[in-house]
Each structure stands twice: as C-alpha cells, then as structure tokens.
C-alpha cells in the first residue's frame, strides 16, 4: 500500500468507490448516477484549492480516498461553474428520482447567494471537509485514518489553521473517531431531511504543532 | 492505575469488550467495532492516555492487542 496525492484522472475510481460505499450513506450523493459521481470528482480534483489523498494497493487500484477544499466558497462556486456539466450527468438520476433536482437546486442556490440557512451544507467559508471513503471489502482498511492524519497534516502545512467538517449525528463511528482524533463540535443543525447534522472542528495548529511540544517537553523532562 | 489496567481500558472502551476477551486473539477486524474508524479512535486513547504520539508505521502495524504491547515498549511504555 501507499499513499499519495490524487489528481483528475482518479475521478472514475473515487466514483466508483464512493459508489460502492453509499448504501453507508444517506443523501444527495447517495442517490447520483455513477456518471455523475465521476464528473463531480473531475471538477473538485481540478481545483486549485482541492487537497486530496487516496491509498493505492499493489495492484495500483485505489483502495481509499480523502477529500478537502481549503476553501469552502471556491469550492461553491467552483460546482457553480460546472453546473451546466453536472446538470446533463444529473439527468439520468432524476429520470429515477425526480426529488434529486430540488436537491440540486439547493446545492446550486448555496453557490449563487451563499445562503446556508435552509441547506444541506452548513460551512461555506474556510477548510472543509468534502469526503473520506475507504472500500472495506479490502484488506487495508487499517491504512484509513493514517491517510486520514496525513491529509490533515498537509493541511496544516499548507497554512490551514482550523479545518471543519460536517457529520450526520446518526453516523457515530465517524463521529466517535473526529472527536478522539482532537476534533471539537461547534454547533448542530438541523436539515430539511430530519437529519440531524453536527459541525466540528479540527484545530490543526494544536494537533500538529502545541500537541508535539507539550509532548517532546515532557519526554525531555523525564529523560 | 498500571500500565496494563490503563492499555486494557483503552481496549474495553473503545470495542466494548470484556477484559477476559483482551489476548492474543484479539486483532484488527476480529469484532465490528475495531474497524478502520475504531481504530484510530483507539490509537488516539492510546496516545492520550499514555502521552505519546505514534508513528505512522507504529499505527499500520498495530493490528492486535499483542503487537500493541511490543509497540508501545518503543515509546518507553511497558505493560
């Protein structure tokens, strides 16, 4: 296994991962077209502010990926921009779920006034958080939160002080793993859907930088 | 507390398990709860409850309650 940065062209395997993971899931993205998917991921890995990792195993297939933009508004906008692209590959979904398109709308509302009160995605400024998929029916899985940590830590590198994310409340394991991996909630919300959707927050400088310190003091003290 | 309460703590908490189940058969996957997620949960007790912070390698290879102990003699912790 190793670890490396994603680029573009990763785009028809995140999808097909994320594919595979959404009967984990519940939502928009649970519902889209693989087609879409790909497309989706073509536009956000594109993106300059992107930052993403995914796990390769011997075989050169990817077995796990995160996701983050460092700036949550570019992001927005940047789905604004391809939003023509991303309505055609949406089509065949709302042939089977015409819901979808009020969905889309929403999605595509945030990025035109920046809105968040009635949407699905509460943080549009910042470090955000956009997806972390892991194929479990690999054997590798144990290499998830490692390429998690090492995302967070290129974050920090890259100047990103505070890093939110957003977590469905039903969705304990990830939740349970934010908040032993140092991750602070900062509010809950809501959704129109009746999920119940909690913000946290990841100070980078304190994982990566005070918490090293305080450590390497008293290692230093008891040595 | 010993070294050994506060290592079978982390592993009680974390997977809900009963201390008896806590031995060399208790590796990466062998209950739901120790998946990829639990597992860095449980890495992160670990590291809080010891004060260290381990290595990535450290993190990969740790794949049972036995190799836990061996991993953790290289931060100075002894069980």
């Known amino acids: ?94 042939l089977k779920d015409f819901r979808l398109l009020f969905e889309a709308l929403d999605r595509f509302r945030i990025a035109v006034n920046g809105n968040l009160s009635n949407s699905y995605v509460k943080t549009d400024e910042g470090a955000r958080g956009i997806y972390w998929i892991w194929d479990h029916s690999g054997k590798n899985s144990i290499w998830s939160g490692t390429m998690y940590n090492k995302h967070l830590h290129i974050l920090y590198l890259l100047g990103v002080k505070n890093f939110t994310i957003e977590v469905d409340k039903s969705n304990t394991k990830a939740l349970q793993f934010a908040l032993r991996n140092g991750a602070v909630i900062t509010s809950e919300n809501k959704l129109k859907d009746g999920r119940i959707r909690i913000i946290a927050s990841y100070n980078l400088q304190f994982k990566f930088v005070t918490k090293r310190d305080i450590f390497n003091t008293n290692q230093e003290r008891l040595s | 507390m010993t070294n050994k309460i506060k290592y079978n703590k982390v592993f009680i908490d974390c997977f809900s398990v009963s201390e008896e189940q806590l031995n060399e058969n208790f590796t990466y996957q062998c209950v739901a709860a120790w998946d990829s997620v639990g597992h860095m949960g449980m890495i992160a007790a670990l590291e809080d409850v010891f004060g260290i912070m381990m290595e990535t390698e450290d993190i990969i290879e740790f794949a049972s309650y036995t190799v836990g102990i061996e991993k953790l003699k290289k931060y100075g912790i002894e069980i």
Request: proline residues 0%; contains cysteine.
């Open chain 1, 1 to 94: 296994m190793k670890i490396r940065l994603a680029k573009a062209a990763d785009s028809a395997q995140f999808a097909m991962l994320h594919s595979k993971a959404r009967n984990t899931t519940v939502g928009f993205f649970s519902k889209v077209s693989v087609g879409f998917l790909n497309q989706y991921y073509k536009c956000t890995l594109s993106h300059d502010d992107c930052v993403a990792l995914c796990a390769v195993n011997d075989q050169n297939k990817i077995e796990g990926f995160v996701i983050s933009t460092t700036n949550a508004r570019a992001d927005f906008l940047n789905l604004k921009k391809n939003s023509f692209i991303l309505g055609i590959y949406l089509l065949s979904s709302m």
